[in-house]
């Protein structure tokens, strides 16, 4: 009987002919294109510098902030208020004030003061340029010090040299630590919605009332709506790996078979969690309100975009009821860092734990009269 129902799942899927492109498609752009669009380092800041000392520090010193790359120079003004139009019309995002007798001061009192403003109407490009241009300054006020203290023998001050050593990610880039994030909500999307609305279109169109009135035991029809997308979920994140060797050259530090079998647990749960939607979901809008509604809200509490514990303590909290939270942990944690079981085993308690408790209420929820 199980074979017969994974037959006409297996069927109804190939028959649409759209679903079995998406499942090349989807992973293949998000994978590709996601990493590189959603890029939260922060560049191509126009900046507005006042220069009210005209030395050949100040010059210096903006020289030094467009060598940054993270700056560039859309303005110069002669006032503060001139530079602030050009802020207010949309040319600039920041402003550099030097003041005038910006060098002098350096020179004698070894500190000088400088004013920098920034457009805060989106907060993270205001803030994050704020603290890039703050730290080129600093830099620049050390690199001065530095040159003096090698140009004056008579200061014998001690220097320090800092090496940094980031771990399991050299160059800090962004992508790396985010595409494994989306390969999880690649996967969630497809083991989640797909088997979810699969039984409210059979509900629509009449179909499952065929199903209803045979003696297939409740356990066999949900098993038979679980098995062709957990399939499904290791074809696509297979794919998502494939892409982010070629597109990007990155291959898991750990073992490939550990991702694969948390990966299953995930599909399990997940695919669980979408067949519990559908038995309360009567129309396909329903359904994909409902979906769309909770992954969206996984997604937000799963560490995806912001660490997890940076969150609210009432975030943090709801954020254990997240699948994806620990799923996006095992595949970071398994790709940048190398972990294995002993590492993992909170992970996967979690997953075995919503894999039981979710198709558990599923198979109880179901109900043969619609």
Not at 214 to 236: A, D, E, H, N, R
Request: glycine share 6%.
């Amino acid at each position: 009987m199980l074979k017969y129902l994974l037959e006409k799942e297996f069927k109804q899927f190939f028959r649409n002919k759209a679903l079995p492109k998406m499942m090349i498609i989807m992973p293949l752009m998000a994978v590709l294109i996601f990493p590189l669009a959603a890029d939260f380092e922060i560049k191509n800041i126009n900046l507005s510098v006042v220069d009210h000392d005209k030395s050949s520090y100040s010059q210096l010193l903006i020289q030094h902030v467009q060598a940054s790359g993270y700056f560039k120079l859309t303005d110069v003004s002669e006032t503060y208020n001139e530079s602030l139009q050009s802020v207010e019309k949309g040319k600039s995002d920041m402003i550099l004030e030097i003041p005038s007798g910006f060098e002098k001061d350096l020179v004698k009192e070894q500190r000088s003061n400088i004013l920098i403003a920034a457009n805060t109407v989106n907060g993270m490009k205001g803030g994050i340029g704020s603290s890039y241009l703050a730290s080129i300054v600093r830099n620049f006020s050390s690199d001065i010090r530095s040159e003096w203290f090698q140009n004056n023998s008579r200061l014998n001050t001690p220097r320090f040299e800092i090496i940094p050593d980031y771990r399991f990610n050299p160059q800090l880039l962004y992508r790396v630590t985010m595409i494994p994030a989306i390969m999880i909500m690649i996967l969630a999307m497809v083991s989640g919605f797909l088997p979810a609305l699969n039984i409210v279109g059979e509900k629509e169109d009449g179909s499952i009332e065929q199903m209803n009135v045979t003696p297939v035991k409740k356990f066999y029809f949900i098993l038979s709506k679980l098995i062709p997308y957990w399939v499904l979920g290791f074809v696509v994140i297979s794919i998502s790996f494939l892409v982010a060797y070629f597109a990007y050259g990155l291959t898991p530090a750990g073992n490939l078979l550990v991702i694969y079998l948390y990966a299953s647990l995930f599909v399990l749960a997940f695919s669980g969690f979408g067949l519990v939607i559908s038995n309360y979901a009567q129309t396909i809008q329903q359904g994909i309100f409902m979906m769309f509604f909770f992954v969206i809200t996984f997604n937000f509490l799963s560490g995806l975009y912001t660490p997890v514990e940076n969150m609210p303590g009432w975030a943090q909290a709801i954020s254990t009821f997240s699948p994806l939270k620990y799923m996006i942990q095992v595949l970071r944690l398994v790709y940048l860092k190398g972990s294995g079981f002993a590492e993992l085993t909170t992970q996967l308690l979690a997953l075995i734990s919503f894999a039981v408790f979710f198709n558990g209420w599923a198979v109880l929820s179901y109900r043969k009269s619609h």
